[in-house]
């Protein structure tokens, strides 16, 4: 007697399982676990099989979905985003093309200060709006886990009010969400000539957070001009002591040293890294902290310098991949366009790609057990794409390829309709 499942999945022409013990480094980012001529069964929204054809003998399904030699994969986790904020900064768009420094909109009143703004005028149910708006575009590019960090805020009522809705987006919508409280994101003007006071004050907030469960990482900004390696030092272990996973934006700008004090403090992930050092990259890799890239604000930032994944990779640090979503330096919620932009200036293969949005970038946010991997026990969570190979995603830039998304078995994006005209 067969046994009887939901769905199958059949006439896979590619199917990546992306199957791994652990997060993906150095070389071994190359190996790509592919299947040609594939299934995939699901039951009560968990894999039952992924594999070649073949593996669905001895059960029948209630659904049969024809991939008709379409590439499956695992959904895509963005393991980086600023999900939640209001208003949004498409005038400052020419003020830059005018040759106007960033320093100089922000004192214009422009720059993070003027999201921190409408970010605390905005009521819950504002932000709750738009953020399912931002999230539901990023499923239908494909991603189905994402991270998303507080820090419009700046002080107490308005980081908690983001990470509250957070919280009720992940309860509410189909992507997974990972919260990450960054209220040491800026220094405030009222608190430009003692820093530290100010990270005083958000480390008040850890007990109140970690108590509503309404962040699971602390991130500061370790940068000329913002937090120095020494506060971002004490910070960080502050919040360790509370219980926290660590993670830092080091050395977006300059070689300040926070890669090397993301090994030192065995941080889950460090995210940007485009003035990384050698000695930082090294630190990376001895210490197992993942490599959060984030190409597309440099693309938006208009700069030539971008973070130096092959020597990463090279080094044998485990490299992942974001959209940085956020209004002001990277304004996208497609992380395919990342994965094309990471082909052509960070000179990723494909196979890497795949690694930096699947697995690698699960394992950034804690999510390593659950996202990233197509494999019986896990929740059903893929793509099935408008393409027959793995190479042609990155290649073909600028577009949205996703055919159909699945969320833990039940179909949640659909693009199948033909243009009517």
Known sequence: MPKQIDTMLINIGQLLTMESSGPRAGKSMQDLHMI????????EQKIVFAGKK???AGYE??????????????????PHTHLVFGGSREKEMNLKLQGISYLDILAQGGGILSTVKDTRAASEEELLQKGHFHLQRMLSYGTTTAEV??????????????????????????VDLVSTFMGAHAIPPEYQ???????????????????????????????????????????????????????IHADEIDPLGGAELAGE??????DHLVGASDEGIKKLAEAGTIAVLLPGTTFYLGKSTYARARAMIDEGVCVSLATDFNPGSSPTENIQLIMSIAAL???????????????????????????????????ADLVIWQASNYMYIPYHYGVNHVHQVMKNGTIVVNREGAILG
Not at 61 to 78: H, M, Y
Not at 152 to 173: D, F, M, P, S
Not at 193 to 204: G, K, R, V
Not at 265 to 270: E, F, G, P, R, T
Request: hydrophobic share 40%; aromatic share 6%.
């Open 36 to 43: 040609e001529d594939a299934v995939v069964g699901i039951h």
């Open 54 to 56: 073949g593996a669905e």
């Open 149 to 174: 960090k507080s820090g419009y805020g700046l002080e107490k009522e308005t980081e908690l009010k983001q990470l509250r809705v957070a919280k009720k987006l992940h309860e509410n919508q189909p």
């Open 61 to 78: 399904a209630d659904e049969i979905i024809d991939c008709s030699g379409r590439l499956v994969t695992p959904g895509l986790v963005d």
């Open 193 to 247: 000539h003692n820093p530290d006071e100010f990270l005083d004050q958000m480390l008040c907030l850890l007990p109140e957070i970690k108590e509503q469960e309404l962040a699971s990482f602390a991130d500061i900004f370790t940068e000329t001009g913002v937090f120095t390696v020494s506060q971002s030092r004490r910070y960080l272990r502050k919040a360790a002591e509370a219980g926290f996973g660590l993670k």
């Open 265 to 270: 403090l065995k941080a889950i992930s460090a």
């Open 345 to 379: 200036h960070l000179k990723m293969t494909a196979e890497e790609i795949w690694h930096a949005v699947t697995v690698n970038a699960a394992h950034a946010i804690g999510k390593g057990e659950e996202a990233g991997q197509l494999k019986a026990g896990r929740s």
